[in-house]
């Protein structure tokens, strides 16, 4: 059998009448979605709709919390108390949790979003306030975080199951960390460019950056932004090019079980 690895994609990040992101389309694509819970994008009914859509599909569900940056999609930096960041985390991850059990449905994972995500890479306190965030909540969630990052070894340090993730669509820094959007050739956009990222990576065995270094690491899931014009053909291009490669792709909770040589029905 080959490789089993998971897509994922960030979901339900419309707001009210302002629509964001092509979820219908990607998600017979993923087998894992990450919705916002309100604080740099989605609100209640989205968030419900949202649900609704991927437990059709058949995908795995997990919580994507934010800084509280509505207006700035969760991108802007903020420097909060630690008490004050895991009780906005909680207060995050429990609402979706709740409308995923109103719908029959449960979270098996937690994404940082945005800002809240590159702090938690690179800051060892931020990351210990999100893994908290998470213990408090529910330690058998899986944490989705960027592959070598702080972020990563927190939740590894804190017992949680981690689960290292690569991106599609953004290029990498020597030291592990995403290029800052800012700076030019952070982001790719042409899917024929982000297969190639892809791949590159997982020949290579880990995160290879812009100059050309390798950084070893394992990757059990590969995100495909949902906001970006070029999402749904990239994701499309990204999925053809793996399963050609021989790897199963899988429900995220699947790939990190121990044993499960048989793929799900949904991601068949």
Known sequence: MGQAINLNADLGESFGVWRMGSDAELLPLVGTASIACGFHAGDPLVMRQTLRQALAAGVSLGAHPSYPDLQGFGRRVMRLPADELEALLIYQIGALAGMAQAEGGRLTHVKPHGALSNMACEEA?????????IRSFDPTLILLAPAVSQLARA????????????????????????????????????????????????????????????????????????????????????????LAAGMRLLPLPEVLAPADPVPSAAMV
Not at 209 to 229: F, L, M, Q, Y
Request: aromatic share 2%; net charge negative.
């Open 125 to 133: 306190a931020v990351a210990g306030s999100v893994v908290a965030a």
């Open 155 to 242: 939740g590894a340090a804190g017992g949680l199951r981690v689960a290292s993730e690569i991106f599609a669509d953004r290029t990498y820094t020597d030291a592990g960390n995403l290029l800052p959007r800012s700076q030019s050739g952070s982001q790719l956009h042409a899917a024929a460019e982000c297969v190639a990222h892809v791949l590159r990576m997982l020949d290579a065995g880990g995160i290879v950056s812009v100059g050309g270094r390798h950084i070893p690491t394992e990757v059990h899931s590969i995100c495909v932004h949902g906001d970006g014009a070029q999402a749904v053909a990239a994701a499309t291009a990204i999925r053809s090019a793996l």
